[in-house]
């Protein structure tokens, strides 16, 4: 495992990048250093030619109990020590950050929620593409109880996951629930027993490694965060259509097709264009 950062894992296989929160003594609560080392292994990821598909877990039993908290001057001393958040417009939490980066990613990024997912831990979670969770996990967005708000930019990516109904409850009463309640709201992907989080997150990695058009992936992405920004589909039609029509010659579609008709596994090139370094 490439040990580069203070505390997150990040290694790559197969494909795969595995992200790691690193701080099972403290259940991966959350420091300014561990956001940093996260936003940077995602954006890492995501200029890798190797890497297909992201896998962001917790070491340990839990994802992440959300900010470490030591006492009331916690959470005023980590916004001193986020040197980064403080920018010319204005102060950005990480969380947000992380979340803003989710959001322009080309790979598509899985939670494998081993455990808790508290806060911050389920805020970076709602981001992701796909949450596969254990049976056992439980998880809450609990800032009105810490006297605090919302952050990860967890007001926007919620509502649009599970209804505004249920966001506002969760966001507003910052009651912990199970992921059975988590599921059937549709935060959750897939729940599955403690032991097989993280097979099941690979088995979902494995689809994009193998089965899909990394360029296709990307875009499909895209759609589907600037259907939010129409308030009739047919803006949405039209883009499709446009994207649609862009891909049609391509070497992707080809093989897309060929590999259907003589039916055989797809080998598709690599991500068209790659993306830009941002650090």
Known sequence: MDRRYEEVGYEVADGVAVVTLDAPHRR??????????????????????????????GAGESFSVGADLDGP??????????????????YREPAGRISERLFAMCKPVI????????????????????RVASENARFGFVFTQRGVVPEGASSWFLPRLVGLGRATDWLLTGR??????????????KVVPADQVMSAAREY??????????????LSRRLLANAWLHTHPGPAAAEESRTYAGRVDSDDAREGV??????RSAVFPPLDPPPAQRF
């Open 28 to 57: 991966n609560g959350m420091r300014v250093q561990m956001l940093v080392d996260v936003l940077h292994s995602l954006d890492r990821a995501d200029r890798d030619p190797e890497v297909r598909a992201v896998i962001v877990t």
């Open 73 to 90: 001057e916690t959470l005023s001393r980590a916004l001193v020590e986020d040197i980064d958040g403080h920018t010319p417009t204005g």
């Open 111 to 130: 939670a494998a929620l081993n455990g808790h997912a508290i806060g911050g831990g389920a805020t970076i979670a709602a981001a992701m593409d796909i």
């Open 176 to 189: 912990v629930f199970d992921a059975a309640e988590a599921y059937e709201a549709g935060y959750l992907t």
């Open 205 to 218: 990695a494995r689809i994009f490694v193998e089965d899909t058009s990394p360029t296709s992936v990307a």
């Open 258 to 263: 060929m590999s259907f008709l003589e039916r």
